[in-house]
């Protein structure tokens, strides 16, 4: 037998798609790490955002994917009253029900494919645990950075349920943004989109995209391929902005679910330390100050527990970040 070892300037095999040709639509998979949220029976998420290469997806900061989790084998969600500042929270669920109590007296039931979008702006406080009658936890936590203008904007939570849109045999909630000829009413404050796509086994989706955005693919279940790169559970597959079609196509015998997160390139640099996003290190020191000494974040009532206290401050300045193109 000979060898056959491929050499620089082989053909490729296989298929390739058009973008993919162009070089425009390489896909950078981003898999996830595991970090325990805390709490007696620490019950874990997977992190995709940030990480080392990449801090933002548009101005989409955090993502943490969790569950399926037997909620009586992991005891579920139990996160005390925490501070925010300088970014938004959303938490989609699939399966399961969480309460939310915040410090602008919110108190609301987070309910599979009903979006809740909570402002941190200059300073909110909320805490967030999974109700009794919860048996299986399974979602995705999500954060927006506010752009500088806004990031001292006045607190607040909305609620929305986006309407599923069907196109060829997929189903489609856009929580946030437009696709598919759906628009959520829910004010972003830069151009953001956020959408739960599921998909019938082996079946193929080309969706109209702005090409401004740069996205990214989480995937909960399913083998998902995305302009010709295959994803499995819980990664993250991000696109550089060029695109004006995304072509997402379910590989495996079972139906996919993703959740589809785009937005412009986020240019400024931000300081992300705890649940705190600022522009210096000085931002940070004086929102755990602020929290730590009662100030700035109000008050949550009604749950049946102290807040959370802030982790000491590292010895070293925290050092900005921004999105590496
Ligand atoms: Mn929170």
Redesign the pocket.
């Known amino acids: 037998m000979s060898d056959v070892q491929a050499g620089p300037g082989q053909v490729r095999h296989g298929p390739v798609d058009d973008g993919e040709r162009a070089g425009k639509t390489r896909v950078e998979v981003l898999t996830p790490r595991d970090v325990p949220l805390g709490g007696p029976r620490a019950m874990s998420v997977r992190r995709t955002l940030p990480q080392r290469t990449r801090t933002l997806i548009g101005a989409w900061c955090f993502a943490d994917h969790y569950g399926p989790d037997d909620v009586a084998r992991t005891g579920g969600m139990d996160?005390a009253p925490?501070p925010?500042t300088g970014l938004q929270?959303v938490s989609w669920l699939f399966s399961g029900e969480i309460e939310h109590r915040d410090s602008l007296g919110s108190h609301a039931l987070v309910r599979p494919g009903e979006l809740n979008l909570m402002t941190g702006g200059h300073g909110i406080s909320?805490s967030?645990v999974s109700t009794p009658r919860t048996t299986v936890l399974h979602g995705v936590q999500l954060w927006v950075a506010l752009p500088d203008e806004h990031r001292h904007t006045a607190p607040d939570f909305q609620h929305h349920v986006p309407e599923p849109v069907h196109v060829d045999g997929a189903v489609i909630r856009v929580f946030l943004g437009a696709l598919a000829g759906a628009v959520s009413p829910v004010r972003t404050f830069t151009p953001l989109l956020g959408a739960e796509i599921t998909l019938p086994a082996q079946a193929s989706l080309t969706l109209s995209v702005d090409p401004r955005f740069e996205h990214g693919l989480l995937v909960d279940r399913g083998d998902v391929r995305l302009a010709g790169s295959l994803l499995r559970p819980a990664e993250l597959g991000y696109l550089r902005p060029g695109a004006g079609t995304l072509t997402l196509r379910n590989e495996s015998s079972q139906p996919a679910r993703t959740v589809l997160l785009g937005g412009t390139p986020f240019e400024e640099e931000i300081v992300m330390w705890w649940?705190f996003i600022g522009r210096s290190s000085q931002d940070i020191a004086q929102a755990r100050r602020d929290w730590t000494e009662g100030r700035r974040f109000g008050e949550v009532t009604g749950y049946a527990g102290d807040p959370l206290p802030a982790p000491e401050l590292p010895t070293v300045p925290l050092k900005p970040r921004r999105n590496r193109h």
């Open positions: 996160v925490h925010h929270t909320h967030e649940n």
